[in-house]
């Protein structure tokens, strides 16, 4: 079974298709919701620490700026070239789980346990996991599907808080995190990953390279079997 994706990331409008050969039929799964976000810190050697919970989440927008190389001679274009670029985002979430502060903004403890911030917390380069679920309108069923940016480099929490008002309704704030998704550096430059069922529980660097063609297999096999009759 094959699987093929359109994505619109502002608003987290997700489309998913899955193609079943033998069928020759289609299923379209629609983003309905978000669950939590999670990270995984990446390591010197570029693999990955254990994933950590960080927030239920509100929202994301994500965009992948797009430049063009163009060339015109002539009287008319005779080259024209799409490129893609930086990733950029925003997330919208609550309250912070656990350690994460500390983990993902390098925040300290003072002497009372409270969180200090200061200027030269060190944030380290993550994977975040987007958590969304995606229902299919034929039979009203509803999944899981997650979102994995492989290398991102996260700006600041926001603090915004608004007073209750005159007739006493409060405003609850959700706090949001820009973020800059780069792409990795493998054959395939991944910047992004989408699936749909259960998220991953650990987060690793082959997880991102794409499968190998059945031509490159066929060429693996045809270079064995001349080494093996060399021999």
Same mark, same amino acid.
């Given at each position: 079974?094959?699987?093929?994706?359109?994505?619109?990331?502002?608003?987290?409008?997700?489309?998913?298709?899955?193609?079943?050969?033998?069928?020759?039929?289609?299923?379209?799964?629609?983003?309905?919701?978000?669950?939590?976000?999670?990270?995984?810190?990446?390591?010197?050697?570029?693999?990955?620490?254990?994933?950590?919970?960080?927030?239920?989440?509100?929202?994301?927008?994500?965009? %992948?700026?797009? #430049?063009?190389?163009?060339?015109?001679? /002539? !009287?008319?274009?005779?080259?024209? $070239?799409?490129? *893609?670029? &930086?990733?950029?985002?925003?997330?919208?979430?609550?309250?912070?789980?656990?350690?994460?502060?500390? %983990?993902?903004? #390098?925040?300290?403890?003072?002497?009372? /346990? !409270?969180?200090?911030?200061?200027? $030269?917390?060190? *944030?380290? &380069?993550?994977?975040?996991?987007?958590?969304?679920?995606?229902?299919?309108?034929?039979?009203?069923?509803?999944?899981? #599907?997650?979102?994995?940016?492989?290398?991102?480099?996260?700006?600041?929490?926001?603090?915004?808080?608004?007073?209750?008002?005159?007739?006493?309704?409060?405003?609850?704030?959700?706090?949001?995190?820009?973020?800059?998704?780069?792409?990795?550096?493998?054959?395939?430059?991944?910047?992004?990953?989408?699936?749909?069922?259960?998220?991953?529980?650990?987060?690793?660097?082959?997880?991102?390279?794409?499968?190998?063609?059945?031509?490159?297999?066929?060429?693996?096999?045809?270079?064995?079997?001349?080494?093996?009759?060399?021999?």
């Amino acid at each position: 079974m094959a699987h093929y994706f359109i994505i619109k990331c502002l608003g987290l409008n997700i489309q998913n298709i899955h193609m079943n050969k033998e069928e020759g039929m289609a299923t379209i799964k629609l983003t309905n919701g978000l669950r939590k976000l999670k990270a995984a810190q990446i390591k010197s050697d570029g693999s990955y620490e254990a994933i950590i919970t960080v927030a239920d989440l509100t929202q994301i927008t994500a965009e %992948t700026a797009e #430049g063009e190389t163009k060339l015109a001679a /002539g !009287n008319y274009v005779i080259y024209s $070239k799409k490129n *893609k670029g &930086l990733t950029t985002g925003s997330l919208g979430l609550y309250a912070l789980e656990g350690d994460a502060e500390k %983990t993902l903004f #390098g925040a300290k403890e003072n002497t009372s /346990g !409270n969180l200090l911030y200061g200027m $030269k917390d060190e *944030k380290k &380069l993550v994977a975040l996991i987007i958590e969304v679920t995606a229902v299919n309108p034929a039979t009203n069923i509803e999944e899981d #599907g997650f979102i994995i940016f492989p290398k991102v480099s996260l700006g600041e929490l926001s603090d915004d808080y608004a007073t209750k008002d005159a007739d006493g309704n409060e405003v609850i704030n959700a706090k949001s995190l820009s973020f800059s998704a780069m792409a990795l550096d493998n054959s395939n430059k991944t910047y992004k990953l989408k699936g749909f069922g259960t998220t991953p529980t650990t987060i690793t660097k082959e997880m991102f390279n794409p499968k190998n063609s059945r031509s490159s297999e066929d060429s693996e096999e045809v270079t064995k079997i001349l080494d093996d009759s060399k021999a």
